[in-house]
């Protein structure tokens, strides 16, 4: 190679070194000036008109809940409340202070005359403050959880690449009772201190009176609830709806759709009845206007599917769910907005003696809960009062056998003033369970082949259910 050819070659790599030198000098001030800042703001941006038209979307449905509110409580609430008010007024001014007045003229007043006087005033005051205390407007609102959407910041797949390399009526209210009436008013606080001393639901057992109303059945299912102004049964695929003096509508149950109920009763703290099948439970509105169907509570799930749900029973927000046998009860907490919370989860050892083969109901009154268990040394049923939490506070007397270990064939019945009635199906046999735990049975009981008992909650009427015939009696508890 000449030497001419060896210096224009030595000349090239020269000014390649140079523009080399002179490309990295700069890449390294563009990478010493790199800033990408403006990808944050721009991420920011985006989010940030995510959360103006989530607000704002909020805020139309706010403001449309808040219109609907409006609507009911001035269309629906108020002339309900204005007709109540024009009611008890009209009573008071027309029926029964000129009755206060003519005794107070009286020089030797009746005594009873006196006494229904302050019947009826004590009934209008209770059912003042129940106008006042009831919640008459019920707002279902989703847990504030679900309103979560999920919200993904994450690197894409490109910039991972280069760093790695270099989610929510008003019920009837009883007339009052004439003064000049033989009638007697039931649901005055006064008669219901007196009822206890004076009538006794264990008097409809031994009497037999006339029920107020008679229903024929086509099964002789169990369930039933009463509320104040309802009563819900399940008879022959159907749930059916009274009221205190005939059928309101009935509803197609189908077990393949809802599951096979097993138990049911009336909740005072929702307004609602409360449906247990052998794997779910439902809650039914009996005011709601149709379609009005049982909606389904998702979140009360059994153990597995291989553990059957047997019974149910409310204590204000609280409700306990007994398993077949016992195996387990759930304690269940429920919101005001219906929420239902698994607060704990007893197991069989927690209430029942080693040699106990199981419960068959759980039972709540207004201070404890009461279990009925099955012996296993002689079968005999028992009634164990627990507290709240499922503590033992008095062992119950064994009373009349079951049939066997595997048949549970009874009903266990709260009177609500610490006494209990249980109803033997196996033997016909109607127990009842006093203040101290002393078993009596009622041998004269003249209500034959009793199913269930259920007393409204005011303690006004009682419903029995019985077979053969199968039927519904009601009564009036005055």
């Given at each position: 190679m000449s030497s001419t050819k060896k210096d224009k070659e030595n000349n090239w790599s020269s000014d390649a070194l140079l523009e080399l030198s002179d490309l990295a000098n700069e890449q390294l001030r563009t990478l010493e000036r790199l800033n990408i800042s403006h990808i944050q703001a721009n991420a920011q941006q985006e989010l940030e008109s995510w959360h103006s038209a989530a607000v704002a979307r909020l805020g139309q449905i706010y403001s449309q809940r808040l219109a609907d509110l409006a609507q009911v409580y001035t269309q629906d609430v108020c002339p309900d409340s204005e007709k109540f008010k024009q009611k008890m007024t009209d009573q008071l001014k027309n029926r029964i202070m000129p009755r206060i007045t003519k005794v107070l003229d009286d020089p030797i007043p009746d005594p009873e005359k006196v006494e229904k006087m302050q019947n009826l005033l004590c009934h209008i005051k209770s059912e003042c403050d129940m106008m006042r205390d009831r919640q008459w407007i019920r707002v279902q609102l989703p847990d504030i959880k679900s309103l979560s959407i999920p919200i993904k910041i994450t690197k894409t797949v490109l910039a991972t690449h280069l760093a790695n390399h270099a989610k929510d009526l008003l019920d009837d209210l009883s007339d009052d009772d004439d003064a000049d009436d033989n009638k007697k008013d039931d649901d005055s606080p006064a008669k219901k201190k007196r009822k206890t001393a004076s009538i006794d639901v264990?008097?409809?057992?031994?009497s037999s009176p006339e029920p107020i109303k008679n229903y024929t059945l086509d099964t002789n299912s169990s369930t039933l609830a009463l509320s104040n102004t309802h009563i819900l049964i399940h008879d022959n695929h159907k749930l059916i709806l009274f009221d205190y003096q005939k059928q309101l509508t009935d509803l197609?149950?189908?077990?393949?759709d809802y599951g096979?109920?097993?138990?049911?009763?009336?909740?005072?703290?929702?307004?609602?009845f409360v449906i247990l099948t052998i794997h779910s439970l439902y809650i039914?509105?009996?005011?709601?206007?149709?379609?009005?169907?049982?909606?389904?509570?998702?979140?009360?799930?059994?153990?597995?599917?291989t553990h059957v749900l047997a019974s149910i029973s409310p204590y204000e927000r609280e409700v306990y769910i007994n398993y077949h046998k016992g195996i387990h009860i759930d304690h269940y907490r429920v919101s005001p907005t219906s929420q239902w919370t698994l607060e704990k989860r007893y197991s069989k050892s927690d209430y029942c003696e080693t040699k106990d083969i199981g419960i068959r109901d759980v039972r709540c009154d207004s201070q404890y809960v009461c279990l009925s268990v099955m012996q296993q040394s002689d079968l005999k049923w028992r009634l164990d009062i627990m507290s709240r939490d499922m503590k033992r506070i008095r062992r119950g007397i064994g009373m009349d056998s079951g049939e066997n270990q595997h048949k549970f064939f009874s009903m266990l019945v709260p009177l609500h003033d610490q006494r209990w009635l249980f109803v033997n199906w196996h033997t016909n046999k109607l127990w009842l369970v006093d203040q101290q735990g002393k078993t009596k049975l009622i041998k004269d009981n003249r209500i034959k082949n009793i199913r269930n008992i259920c007393i409204a909650p005011n303690g006004c009427y009682m419903a029995v259910r019985t077979e053969k015939p199968s039927a519904m009696k009601m009564y009036k508890l005055d």
């Open positions: 264990i008097d409809i057992f031994t197609p149950w189908n077990d393949n096979i109920l097993v138990d049911m009763c009336w909740m005072s703290s929702l307004s609602v039914y509105d009996p005011i709601k206007p149709t379609p009005n169907l049982p909606v389904k509570i998702e979140s009360v799930q059994p153990l597995d599917r």
